[in-house]
């Protein structure tokens, strides 16, 4: 679209196309963020609480706010499909159509709950498939130095989408006894996801899909650097064929650590549900309410301005401070406040009559909601776009997108019922959820900083190196995880043109990122 140009960043030189297709691509983020934020306040609306929850029981509650993540679940699931068949602009295209679609559904809804749910479904189906599409393309597409928050821009954008459905609710308020409040507030989700459907038609396909069909020509245009290594893992995985479903966890892929990866991923991303974060934004609101807060919208804008803030301190470390550490501390300090959150909400319900202590349980979903912003929200979908060989990488990042929708339809079904049974001692389950991630990464996640998606394959494939020691490891042939020994990378690259002739004698030893 824009040529060559380039500009330079962090040392790579960052071609034009790359940088709008991270632009664009984000927006994918801000219609997921979008939907929490909204579906909150909606749910306090006069309204709609008397055209679709009027003495309705919790269970249609959960599932009328769950149903979207059965959508997902299985929008995640037909992105396996999608991407790799349609090709990651053509599906991310089709996400936004079934998207739209949904949101019309719902629009048009009356007074039945069912009406309004199946619409959350169909916008879940676009949402699900979005959240496979996104990240993996920004991975496949962007330079290594900036990898990392290229695809934490996604949960940024996420942030971004919750405060500003948390900002339309507040001002559409004084509105909530009229219908076309809650129908604006849904409509306008349509609205956001136009730029995003059209605009990714005029971008680049992802280099590593190109190259997967023999056509390495257009893929140099945005990730030249990688294209050597690139080929030689293609040569080997079109050896051995198509990856299947069952490939992923039978443990014998002719790529290293394919089951392990599979699951780890899996764990990670219903992990990410279950540190607790959409148990505020999903029923924030409501919980601040009974917690005798006087204006529960507004502590909902305090949490949404809190997670948008912090998020930018998760894209900026992401590629400076690796992956692990983050997410380790940050588990384990999202474990400490919703100890001191449920603990304060449990000594509350024997003294409503203090506003001290509804003051401090915001201060500590603050708290929580601050570490989760700059670790396990942006970075968990860092490690599901890098982790995984491009054999089976559309199954296995719609199998975690597929986990991760699981945790949340689980939450926004189960929190209602949670909170009618033990209130706010769901936080104590939420806090040992956390301590379980943080165990998790601690023993199985490899550190994948800096390297590429190819040298990430290698990595897993040495089977005497740790987890907690893979810091330290560097790819044959590099000084470092980002500087090449270019006489090693010169012979090879004479022995291949040698061999089959593919490599032009022209194309510079450092490479160039365009």
């Excluded at 979903?365 to 601050?370: G, H, L, P, S, V």
């Amino acid at each position: 679209m824009f040529g060559s140009k380039s500009i330079k960043i962090k040392g790579a030189d960052c071609g034009v196309d790359a940088l709008f297709l991270a632009i664009i691509t984000c927006i994918g983020g801000f219609l997921f963020g979008y939907d929490i934020g909204q579906i909150s306040g909606i749910l306090l609306y006069n309204d709609f609480i008397y055209r679709f929850l009027w003495g309705s029981t919790a269970t249609v509650k959960s599932l009328l706010v769950s149903f979207m993540g059965v959508g997902c679940l299985f929008g995640s699931l037909i992105g396996a499909y999608t991407t790799d068949f349609l090709g990651r602009r053509k599906s991310i295209a089709l996400a936004v159509a079934l998207y739209i679609t949904g949101d019309i559904v719902q629009v048009t809804a009356k007074e039945s709950w069912i009406h309004i749910t199946i619409g959350r479904f169909v916008s879940g189906l676009g949402m699900g498939n979005l959240s496979v599409g996104v990240p993996m393309f920004q991975s496949e597409c962007a330079p290594r130095q900036i990898r990392g928050a290229v695809v934490a821009s996604y949960q940024l954008l996420i942030t971004i989408g919750i405060l500003f459905g948390n900002v339309v609710c507040y001002l559409m308020r004084p509105l909530e006894n009229d219908s076309y409040s809650w129908r604006i507030i849904i409509g306008l989700g349509a609205v956001f996801s136009l730029p995003l459907g059209l605009g990714i038609l005029f971008v680049p396909e992802s280099p590593r899909w190109l190259a997967g069909r023999d056509n390495h020509d257009q893929g140099n245009v945005i990730v030249e650097n990688d294209m050597h290594e690139m080929k030689e893992v293609l040569a080997l995985e079109q050896q051995s064929g198509r990856a299947s479903w069952a490939e992923c966890f039978s443990g014998k892929a002719k790529v290293p650590k394919t089951r392990y990866r599979t699951f780890l991923g899996m764990g990670i991303h219903f992990l990410q549900q279950w540190t607790g974060i959409n148990y505020f934004f999903y029923y924030g609101a409501t919980v601040f309410a009974s917690a005798k807060i006087k204006d529960p919208l507004m502590t909902q804008l305090i949490l949404g301005a809190i997670n948008v803030a912090t998020s930018f301190s998760g894209v900026y470390f992401v590629d400076r401070l690796g992956r692990r550490w983050p997410l380790i501390l940050g588990a384990l300090w999202q474990s400490v406040w919703l100890l001191i959150f449920a603990s304060i909400g449990a000594v509350s319900r024997r003294d409503e009559s203090s506003p001290a202590f509804g003051i401090a349980m915001i201060v500590a979903a603050c708290m929580f909601i601050a570490s989760f912003a700059a670790t396990w929200g942006p970075i968990a979908w860092v490690v599901m776009g890098e982790t995984f060989a491009l054999r089976t990488r559309a199954k296995q990042a719609s199998l975690v997108t597929a986990a991760n929708w699981t945790g949340n339809f689980l939450i926004g079904l189960l929190t209602p019922h949670a909170d009618h049974a033990i209130s706010y001692s769901f936080g104590f389950i939420l806090a040992g959820m956390n301590l379980i991630a943080a165990a998790v990464v601690w023993l199985f996640l490899y550190e994948s900083s800096l390297l590429s998606l190819e040298n990430v394959d290698i990595m897993y494939s040495i089977q005497d190196l740790s987890p907690w020691k893979s810091a330290q490891w560097v790819p044959p042939g590099y000084l470092t995880r980002l500087t090449r020994d270019e006489q090693h990378f010169r012979g090879e690259m004479v022995e291949m043109a040698g061999k089959d002739g593919d490599v032009k004698p022209d194309v510079k030893s450092d490479g160039k990122n365009v």
